[in-house]
């Protein structure tokens, strides 16, 4: 089975802090994705990375940035955290084509 | 745009059947794909399907895509307290990265 590991649960942070969600995957896929899911507004697509080093943006990427050193590995970064970025946070990852697996999510709450 | 969308909620008793909705307006979808949500947690892939196929069947699970009016169902037979969750209705063109999700559908499941 895939596995997709979120690095936490659950997140607080104050405004204006440096955010670091961290998110890895076992199964070798190329592509890598973090979401966002707020009430009302469904799964809005932040970033994604199709490679090692490539990334694209997304529908919502302001205030946000990536990095993907590792092709396991995918960092989603707050450079400095705002109330409006509280939010259940959603990696996933996936083959070309294939379906997106997700991991469990972090709850970021900034304060 | 590209939208899918679905009903806000659904209820039903114990041991009967549920019928989950969906509808996309992308003709080019190629992947249509059904994922649970439980409290707190990720998007756990059920099932999917391949625009060229009218029906999947998995264990309780039935999928039917009506490709001409673009309606994708989930029928979970045998209903049980364990299917209360939110169900998600995505859809994938192939070759592409964006993946369109539905805003779920609440599904509580009474004994």
């Known amino acids: 089975d895939v596995k997709v590991t979120q690095s936490s649960r659950y997140l607080v942070k104050r405004t204006g802090e440096k955010v670091f969600l961290e998110c890895v995957q076992d199964?070798?896929?190329?592509?890598m994705f973090w979401y966002r899911q707020d009430p009302g507004l469904g799964l809005r697509l932040i970033y994604f990375?199709?490679?090692?080093?490539?990334?694209e943006k997304g529908d919502i990427p302001e205030g946000y940035s990536v990095s993907r050193e590792k092709k396991e590995r995918f960092s989603l970064i707050l450079e400095s955290a705002s109330t409006n970025q509280t939010s259940m946070y959603l990696c996933?990852?996936?083959?070309?084509?294939?379906?997106?697996?997700f991991g469990n999510g972090t709850r970021l709450t900034v304060t | 745009g590209e939208d899918v969308e679905q009903s806000l909620f659904l209820s039903v008793r114990e041991g009967d059947s549920s019928v989950i909705n969906c509808t996309y307006t992308?003709?080019?979808?190629?992947?249509l794909y059904w994922y649970k949500q439980e409290p707190g947690a990720g998007l756990q892939l059920l099932t999917y399907?391949?625009?060229?196929?009218d029906m999947k069947q998995d264990q309780r699970l039935t999928v039917l895509l009506n490709k001409k009016d673009k309606h994708l169902s989930l029928r979970i037979a045998d209903t049980q307290t364990g299917d209360s969750a939110i169900y998600f209705c995505?859809?994938?063109?192939?070759?592409?990265?964006?993946?369109?999700f539905g805003t779920g559908t609440r599904l509580k499941v009474l004994a």
């Open positions: 992308d003709s080019s979808s190629t992947y």
């Open positions: 996933a990852s996936s083959f070309r084509g294939s379906p997106l697996h």
């Open positions: 199964m070798d896929h190329e592509n």
């Open positions: 995505a859809a994938n063109t192939q070759g592409t990265y964006k993946y369109i």
């Open positions: 990375s199709y490679d090692v080093k490539m990334k």
């Open positions: 399907i391949f625009s060229n196929m």
